[in-house]
Each structure stands twice: as structure tokens, then as C-alpha cells.
């Protein structure tokens, strides 16, 4: 073993466009477990939207700086701990970063269960899969026969929402861009329609597509999609607020989308913002409720793995870019 | 008793700001009830800011035409009837319109109790009164001890959810232009404090009103008030969508306010729009308590009442203004 330690340090931060030249690779000394910590290993880097948008400032978490290492999610291995509550070979989930190995307090990391294919746990039973869940059935409380509109359909979030949306018996339309993805959420995962927002006139793309109104939206994007939402939402429509990912890459947007809030009002709908960790007390039924429709064969999962560590930086802008289809992970 | 019905005619649909010359005072002859209809005489027309936004376009009710008898409810006094469900004598509240006499089916008329003064039936006892506390109580759940700020909070429906928040052991903050109505507000309403919009600043002045963050926030206006209420709430805030006044007057605004869905996501914020009818169902339990508070002295009602029906477009465009204090009606 190398006493070596590959990091991808934030060297800038972006002010426009993230690019390859906001990131450094540097080689750092392995870090050594302190008492009630672990050294881990990271096996799967999470790529998120989000990763983006803790750049912008302080969200849920506090906001990224220049020169540290790169934050983010991952599926890794305890490989020493001074902690009785981990042992060597344990699978864990935290907020390791993108690098090689990491030190961390045993308190701060969550054991995972076993189980194949292992990057499971970063997709449909990890934070994508329950945020679907939880921010379908929680926040959009949809009911059969409604209609569901989810953007970043073809994204690791928002794949999982249609097909769960179409597991409760709706009518499910996905945004994505570009007819090719469109084809593959409507053939391969059995969405009702697709909306190419790539191709505009999204309003007449809503109307042709969802004849009888919106009654739940996903909201993965922000800005125009949810804008042209807001006029097609029906009457005590559900919104769930999920992410912005047109609005991470670059600076704040000046504004909001119209119709806030006289939409809201003479609608009555309701907008949710949410995230992940608010349905802790309810993540054992999920879990159990997501392995038994992939077990099913009901829910699809689709992952995107990319190979190598310094190969992080690009699978983040590209996933930004939209190329991903599915849970996009980098195998360190 | 004469044969003749006076109008107030919406003479011209505004493209921009509402202004007298929109409206035209016509004779008409005096209508007579058919069968199923009753024929009402106006006594106190209600002004609301909606009845602005009714001419913006659809709403929860249909657009307004020019050349139509402006509509409004009113509280109005049954004359003759030809429905067993209405006698002469009762009283009524209904979209009559701005005129002094109306023929209507009954089922699309409410029958009001007799009590004093009966104009309460418009302000506390009515759609403001219950718009107040469904408003607050439904969507904002505010908590003891949470800080409740309201918008509009010199206006009918305003100084009525502050004092019921009040009730409810909240901190309360109203945001009112000028500073005279923040005086009255602190002074004989009872709120915690008040902020000035016209004094610019808001951020400042609600970092200073509302040191321990916003968790209820009580939207009348809309605009540059709910942009900057969204950066002051605190996580897992809630905001009652009731009306957008700030927005009414002129054509529809061009953008929303910064923020959405940014932070509604990171602050997992809830944004509920309503309008009163959609709690029908439990009016009843709401009447009850409302008369209680004001039996007991808890919760002061204020009246801004003009005289003559030639004066209500002025009234609605002095509403519109801000020049109202509490539930502004016309006595026709």
C-alpha cells in the first residue's frame, strides 16, 4: 500500500461556468485514524447536482471555499478504525470527499448494508432513491389517475419519480433534454410521455402532452420548466421542490420565475421544498418499499459509472451539462 | 320608490393603473326577481384588492369585461323574493356588483344572521375575518413563540391575522406603508413591531424586528416583500400565498421573486396558496371562535366605511393605494 493519498482539491472557485480548471489533482500524505475516527477507503464518488450548487453559498450545508478538498458524497470502506462502532470491511456512506482515502469521526458516517451490486447503495437506496420517494409521496402526495410532471427526468432522481409515480397509477410525463432520452424514459421505463425542453414551445409541449392539466410536479430544475409549470398546473396542484440545476452553473439567477405568487394563490397550490434528511424517522419503510419493486422487476435502475479519480471534475460538469442518464458515480 | 337601478359600469378594462376613468355611473331600470331569484337592495358594497386582480385576467373566477356592472360582493337586503328559501327582510351575501339593486337566483346568495353592527358581516364575520384565520391558522400552523410576519397588515385581512397570531402566543410583525400605520399597529393592535416598506430597506428592518428569523409569513403583496421575506424565514418555514396586491395594479409583472426554488429547497420552505372557499367546510367552528375573541375584547376590529355608490371606484383605487385602514366597504 502507497502512504500515498490522490486528492481533487476546489482550487477556484467558479464564478460563471465550472470548467476542469476550478479543480486541482494533488497528492497528499494518507491521513491516520485519531481516537473514535476511521480511515476509509472510497470505492464510488456520488456525482449530484448539488455538489454544483454548494459553491453558489451556504444551502443545507455551509458553502464550499477554494483550496479545499472537493466535497462530496461516497460509498467507501473502513480500512482501520478506532471506533468500536466500525470494523475493518464495513461498508459506510459520508462525506468523505473526492479523494483517495479520508480520516472521519466513526459518529459521522452511516454503515450500509451488503448487498449487489454494491453501487445500489448510491442510487436507488441511497440519497436519489429515497429523495424520489420521500419527495413524491410526501410532498406530492399524488393520487391514481393524477398526472405527474417530473423534470431531470432521465436523471438518477427523476427516473425513479416517474416510475414510482406510474407504481401509484398515474399519468407520467418526464422533461429532459433531447428526443433520444425522451424515447428511453417512455420505452425503457415505461413514462407515459416525454417533453423535450431542449426543442421550446414548452407550454404546447405541456398542453399536447398532459390534455388534462398537471396535478404534481417534481421540480429538479428551476427556472423555465418551473415557470411553464406554474401555468399548467391544475387547481390545488402539489409542487415538490427538489433542486434547481438550471440555476446552479453560473451565478444566482436575478429572478424568479412569473406567476409567483399570483399563480399560487389562484390555484391554491402548494410549492415544498425539501431534502433527504427530513424523512429520516421514515427511511427503513422506504428502503423496504424500494427493494421490493427492484426485486419486482417494477423499478428500472440505471446508473452511470465512470472510472478513475481524476476523472471526478468532468463527470460533474458533464452530469451539469445533462449527458448522464441515471445515477452517474466515479469508481476510485 | 323609484323604478331606476344606478351602476357602476367597468366602462374600459385598465392596461395599466386604475384610475375613474374606467368606471361609468349609469341608470338602469330597476330588475325583478324570476322564478327561483330574489331582488336585492345593496347596503354595503366590500372593496378588495381582488377585485383588481379580477381584471388581470382568469382567476378562481372568470376575467372581468369591459361594459359589464363591476363586480363585488356586497351585503345586500332581500326586497322581494321568489324562492322559499329567502323571505324580504333578509340579509345576503353575494357577488351583486357595484349597483343598488339586484336580481339573483337564491342558491347563489348566503343568508347572514342579524347582529350588530352588521357590518362586521363584512369585515370579522366575513370573507376577511375567515380568510384571516383559515389563512394563518391552516396554512402558516403557527406555533407558540414562532415569529409571524404579515404583509398588508393595516388592511382588512392583515390586522386581523396579526392579532389572532398574537392570540396564539406568537411574535408578530406587520410590515404596513408609512409610519403611522406601524404606529397603530404596535400601539392599539397589539403587534410586536412594525416595518415600514415605503422606508426602503426591508432586509435591514427585518433583521432588526425579527432577530430570531421569520416562521410564518402571512403574504398579501407579493413582489419585492415576499423576495425579501423569503431570505429571512428560517428552515422549514411556512408561507400563506392569500393575494398579491403589490402586483395587481398595472399588467402582470414580467418576473417572480429571487429565490424560488433556491431557497425554498434549502429552507425546505412550504408555500401554500388558498382562497376562503376552500374551508367552507369548517366555517362554522371559525365563526364561533372569532365572535369569541371579539366578545372578550382580543381581537379589535377596524372599519374604513365610505358612503354613496358613486364613490366605490374611488374607493377601490384609494384600496389599491393603501389609504384604507382595516376592512374598507362602501354603504350604498
Not at 462525506?95 to 466513526?106: I, K, L, N
Not at 439567477?253 to 421514515?282: C, E, N, S, W, Y
Request: proline share 5%.
Amino acid at each position: 500500500m502507497a502512504e500515498t493519498n490522490r486528492q481533487i482539491v476546489l482550487d477556484q472557485l467558479p464564478q460563471g461556468k465550472l470548467g476542469p480548471e476550478h479543480f486541482k489533482l494533488v497528492e497528499a500524505e494518507r491521513p491516520t485514524a485519531g481516537d473514535g475516527e476511521v480511515l476509509v477507503r472510497t470505492r464510488y464518488i456520488s456525482l449530484d447536482a448539488a455538489n454544483r450548487a454548494w459553491m453558489q453559498g451556504a444551502t443545507y450545508r455551509s458553502a464550499l471555499t477554494s483550496g479545499q478538498v472537493m466535497a462530496g458524497g461516497a460509498l467507501s470502506e473502513v480500512v482501520e478504525s478506532r471506533d468500536p462502532a466500525l470494523q475493518p470491511g464495513d461498508l459506510v456512506w459520508g462525506d468523505t470527499g473526492w479523494q483517495e482515502y479520508a480520516a472521519a469521526p466513526a459518529k459521522r458516517l452511516a454503515k450500509l448494508p451488503r448487498l449487489e451490486p454494491v453501487t445500489h447503495l448510491l442510487s436507488v437506496y441511497g440519497v436519489a432513491g429515497l429523495t424520489a420517494y420521500f419527495g413524491l409521496l410526501e410532498c406530492g402526495k399524488p393520487k391514481p389517475g393524477e398526472t405527474v410532471v417530473v423534470s431531470a427526468a432521465a436523471g438518477s432522481v427523476g427516473s425513479l419519480v416517474g416510475q414510482i409515480a406510474k407504481l401509484k397509477g398515474c399519468r407520467v410525463v418526464g422533461v429532459a433534454g433531447g428526443e433520444e432520452k425522451g424515447k428511453w424514459l417512455v420505452d425503457e421505463l415505461g413514462f407515459d410521455a416525454a417533453i423535450d425542453y431542449k426543442a421550446g414551445n414548452l407550454r404546447g409541449q405541456l398542453k399536447e402532452t398532459c390534455p388534462a392539466g398537471v396535478d404534481v410536479y417534481f421540480d429538479n430544475t428551476g427556472g423555465d420548466i418551473l415557470e411553464a409549470m406554474l401555468f399548467a398546473m391544475n387547481v390545488h396542484g402539489r409542487i415538490a421542490c427538489c433542486g434547481a440545476v438550471s440555476q446552479y452553473d453560473g451565478a444566482a439567477p436575478a429572478h424568479g420565475p412569473r406567476g409567483v405568487p399570483g399563480l399560487i394563490v389562484t390555484k391554491r397550490l402548494t410549492l415544498q421544498g425539501f431534502v433527504v434528511m427530513d424523512f429520516d424517522d421514515r427511511r427503513e419503510k422506504a428502503l423496504k418499499d424500494l427493494q421490493a419493486w427492484v426485486a419486482e422487476g417494477k423499478l428500472k435502475v440505471q446508473e452511470d459509472i465512470l472510472e478513475g479519480l481524476e476523472n471526478t471534475p468532468g463527470a460533474l460538469i458533464g452530469l451539469l451539462a445533462g449527458e448522464n442518464r441515471g445515477k452517474r458515480m466515479v469508481k476510485v
